[in-house]
């Protein structure tokens, strides 16, 4: 009988042991794959800030280079342009009696010549370096950049925004929508055939939307990824939202066409003095 209690006792303290090592092996695996996946967590999230970073270094280099080119069209080319235009100036008044009516078309046509290109350097160097972003914020840049494009281009182009006085943004992320709102509109242009262009900003809680949408041929965003060179306008525009964490959606409206549609987190930004003035103002068009 004692042997019998004694054996009874044995089982249950072996039971107990095992019992105790299966919990211990099993909270060491379990420790040990939270452990790896902490580990792996963090990896990826040193990868994702490693690659963001590259990113808006290579974004910064591109907006620092465009200024450098911005320059150097301001200062060298346009002032040579600039004193071109002088010389042919003066050159006309002191030849004025004596050309012949030839001659005289060739100055005209000479300095008019020098003047579109003065405009045309001009252009691009705002194009470069939106100063107007800068100056007085998103609204108005965008109001110049459709008032440049409805002087040479037979469609229309409306603008909405669901603040009379959009509040200034941080910098990085005005100049983010910006470049996003150029290379849509200009992709719109260039490939969809459209003769409609509309331009919508919100401020929906903390999220700042901008869509574009027109009434061309529209497109697959996934097959246009994969071609060679049309794609790189559409990764250029995630590469820009990736550092803003910021997403876009592509949609195909019911009406045909296309849309696209980018939203970024508001970030926070100091208080901007904006100018009284804009000549470029106007009323934004209601759609």
Not at 67 to 76: C, N, T
Not at 128 to 146: D, Q, Y
């Amino acid at each position: 009988m004692q042997n019998s209690e004694e054996l009874k006792w044995a089982l249950l303290v072996a039971s107990l042991a095992m019992l105790t090592m299966a919990f211990c092996m099993i909270s060491f695996v379990m420790y040990y794959q939270k452990r790896r996946f902490e580990e792996e967590k963090k990896i990826n999230d040193i990868e994702k800030n490693y690659n963001r970073l590259l990113l808006d270094t290579a974004l910064n280099s591109e907006e620092t280079e465009r200024r450098r080119i911005a320059q150097d069209l301001h200062d060298d080319i346009g002032t040579m342009l600039s004193l071109t235009k002088l010389s042919l100036n003066q050159l006309s008044k002191m030849t004025g009696s004596e050309r012949s009516e030839k001659e005289d078309q060739i100055m005209r046509k000479s300095q008019s010549l020098v003047e579109e290109t003065i405009l045309h350097v001009r252009r691009i160097t705002r194009d470069l370096v939106p100063t107007t972003l800068e100056r007085f914020g998103l609204l108005e840049a965008i109001e110049e950049f459709i008032h440049k494009l409805a002087e040479d281009n037979n469609l229309t182009i409306s603008f909405h925004a669901d603040m009379e006085e959009f509040p200034r943004q941080a910098q990085k992320l005005e100049l983010t929508l910006y470049r996003i709102m150029q290379e849509l509109v200009n992709n719109a242009i260039k490939h969809a055939n459209c003769t409609r262009i509309e331009i919508r900003l919100e401020i929906k809680e903390e999220l700042i939307g901008l869509r574009v949408t027109d009434n061309g041929i529209g497109f697959d965003p996934e097959k246009m990824k994969e071609s060679s060179m049309a794609g790189l306008g559409l990764l250029g525009i995630e590469s820009r939202l990736a550092i803003l964490n910021g997403t876009v959606l592509y949609e195909k409206p019911e009406k045909g066409g296309a849309s696209a549609f980018a939203q970024i987190p508001v970030m926070p930004v100091a208080e901007v003095k904006l100018e009284p003035l804009h000549p470029f103002r106007r009323e934004r068009v209601n759609v």
